[in-house]
Nanobody
Framework: QVQLVESGGGLVQPGGSLRLSCEAS????????IGWFRQAPGKEREGVSC????????VYVDSVKGRFTVSRDSAKSTAYLQMNSLGPEDTAVYYC?????????????????????WGQGTQVTVSS
């Protein structure tokens, strides 16, 4: 069974950048969709982006378009979330997750209910 491990979180000043990694072990990602989510204190988990691992097709929610970039490295079984122009509103625990249905549903791929395997999360704090 594929397991996910996020890394790369930390403290960054407003306007700064971070790159999160989501490394998979125990299997291939080629048939799956990887979603990136975040959860701020007292708020529901929200999707920010997803990527179809086989061809790199990506969807972003409006709040991160132009600031966040998702990519993947097939050789390393790793997906990345590059976050630029970070603001305090981006402070949250960030998670990656797998949709193992093999279906890519652009209009639904940022919905947490479609994912059944989750990493442990990594904290991102944007503060001066």
């Amino acid at each position: 069974q594929v397991q996910l491990v996020e890394s790369g979180g930390g403290l960054v000043q407003p306007g700064g950048s971070l790159r999160l990694s989501c490394e998979a072990s125990g299997g291939t990602l080629n048939y799956y969709t990887i979603g990136w989510f975040r959860q701020a204190p007292g708020k529901e988990r929200e999707g920010v982006s997803c990527i179809r691992y086989s061809d790199g097709r990506v969807v972003y929610v409006d709040s991160v378009k132009g600031r966040f970039t998702v990519s993947r490295d097939s050789a390393k079984s790793t997906a990345y979330l590059q976050m630029n122009s970070l603001g305090p509103e981006d402070t949250a625990v960030y998670y990656c997750a797998l949709d193992r249905t093999g279906l890519f549903r652009p209009d639904q791929c940022t919905l947490a209910r479609n994912y059944d395997s989750w990493g442990q999360g990594t904290q991102v704090t944007v503060s001066s």
